[in-house]
């Protein structure tokens, strides 16, 4: 076997063998793999990407690219996909579990050699949820990551089965959810692009509203060209949700490939950003798919909390339960890392410790008074347990717990919205953040009902 770096010459094979195989999607492509080198030019990413072959047979496609990374006076390299997980190498279809693990040791060899030639102190790879393999699998997928010296950083992603009908989809949505989407109707229609009907004028619309939404541009211009050029060769879909007078209000991109589709990009006009714009847009394209043969769509992460390598805001926690909303499952999003320093290793590890014990809620949110209904039963004296009710349910609420509820609050904006709208998460977020100012002297659920009676005071 031997390897044979991706460039010009071959990305007409590399495409092909992406097409072919189960453990290819759209991430393993070229096009997807241009639109990341160009997408932030701090990292200074450069290819080297490569094919394994044996004779004239591609046994491997491996997307690589190696980033540069600061953080203050720390400087390193790294292998990732704008400093996201790579997808894990595509292997061709029909081969036995054997000549699979033969290939995969010869590939991650490869890549072991290169990260020491190169002085890469990390890298992040993921075995994708879209893949044909995991989304229709023969056996149970695993990560399968892990047997390459790589540690499980494993999270969710929510994955909807547009094989069903439109009323088992509907079904499956939160009963918010389907309220929201019969108000959206009532405000908007959905005006679907995809293939030639996307015109540019159209698409320039789409990237003036992205700056506006985001108050920036974001990112290069080549990277919205390769956008449109994907969707206006019959590979996405441009989702445009229009006001009854004919205002443009909203916009989300898909990519579709091997009957599957991810949103791309979304952006709202901030003026109707309090409206149910993406909810409509979600409903419509979710069927417009469904009609054209789409099996799968991945509408996107679910982050339920912190873990010991994953932080998300409660701004990310919003979008995961709004995500869920949708119906579907949530299934395994199998991610894996590889530190090749032992330095950096050290400095991230005491990093994310430090961002856990700041985040994470040691002290649980009182949801009830099970626990105690129990021991008291465990212990023969229910009759002596406390009075029916909550712990801390009757008891007033100190001025100074409501004004250290006030200033959680004010220091957390992003989890209030989501908090009032009946977001647990988020509340959960907000509660723990008061607690852990709050010291032992209070109970949880005196501190909740400070933070709630808080809540209903915002406007």
């Not at 491997?60 to 292998?79: M, N, S, V, Y």
């Not at 918010?176 to 540019?200: A, P, Y």
Request: hydrophobic content about 40%.
């Amino acid at each position: 076997m031997e390897l044979i770096p991706l460039h010009a010459q071959t990305r007409k094979t590399w495409n092909e063998f992406c097409a072919a195989s189960p453990d290819a999607w759209f991430w393993h492509t070229t096009d997807w793999l241009d639109w990341n080198l160009a997408y932030r030019p701090e990292l200074k990413a450069r290819s080297l990407s490569f094919l394994c072959r044996e004779g004239s047979k591609i046994l491997a496609a491996a997307p690589l690219i190696l980033t540069e990374h600061e953080d203050g006076p720390r400087k390193w390299k790294a292998f990732t996909l704008s400093g996201n997980h790579l997808p894990g190498p595509a292997l061709p279809p029909g081969i036995s579990p054997a000549e699979r693990d033969g290939i995969m040791e010869f590939v991650f060899g490869g890549i072991d050699d290169l990260a020491e030639e190169l002085g890469v102190s990390h890298s992040k790879f993921r075995i994708d949820a879209l893949r044909p393999n995991v989304v229709e699998p023969r056996y149970a997928p695993y990560n399968s990551l892990l047997k390459y010296q790589m540690i499980d950083c494993t999270e969710g992603t929510q994955l909807i089965d547009l094989r069903l009908s439109r009323s088992e989809l509907r079904d499956g949505l939160r009963r918010n959810h389907l309220r929201s989407i019969e108000k959206g109707k009532e405000l908007f229609s959905i005006k679907l692009h995809s293939g030639k009907d996307l015109t540019d004028a159209k698409f320039e619309e789409y990237v003036a509203m992205h700056g506006r939404a985001a108050g920036r541009v974001t990112r290069p211009r080549s990277t919205f060209d390769m956008f449109r050029s994907w969707i206006q060769s019959g590979r996405g879909l441009v989702a445009e949700a229009l006001t009854k007078e004919g205002v443009t209000a909203g916009f989300e991109l898909y990519i579709l490939y091997k009957n599957s589709a991810y949103g791309l990009s979304a952006c709202n006009e901030p003026e109707y950003e309090h409206l149910p714009i993406r909810h409509q847009i979600e409903w419509e394209a979710m069927n417009w798919m469904r009609k054209q043969g789409v099996h799968f769509y991945e509408i996107g992460p679910q982050h339920f909390g912190i873990l010991p390598y994953d932080f998300p805001t409660p701004k990310n926690i919003g979008i995961s339960h709004f995500k869920y909303g949708f119906g579907g499952e949530t299934v395994p999003y199998y991610l894996a890392e590889r530190f090749y320093s032992a330095e950096h290793w050290a400095v991230e590890q005491k990093r994310r410790n430090e961002r856990f014990a700041e985040m994470y809620p040691f002290k649980p949110v009182s949801r009830g008074d099970q626990g105690r209904a129990l021991l008291a039963r465990l212990s023969g004296s229910e009759a002596s347990a406390e009075p029916a009710g909550k712990p801390g349910e009757s008891a007033s609420i100190p001025p100074a717990l409501l004004e250290l509820a006030a200033k959680i609050l004010s220091e957390n904006p992003e989890a209030v919205a989501p908090s009032a709208a009946g977001d647990v998460r988020a509340l959960h977020f907000l509660v723990g953040k008061a607690l852990r100012l709050a010291g032992d002297g209070h109970p949880p659920l005196l501190v909740r009902r400070a933070i709630e009676q808080r809540l209903a005071q915002k406007p």
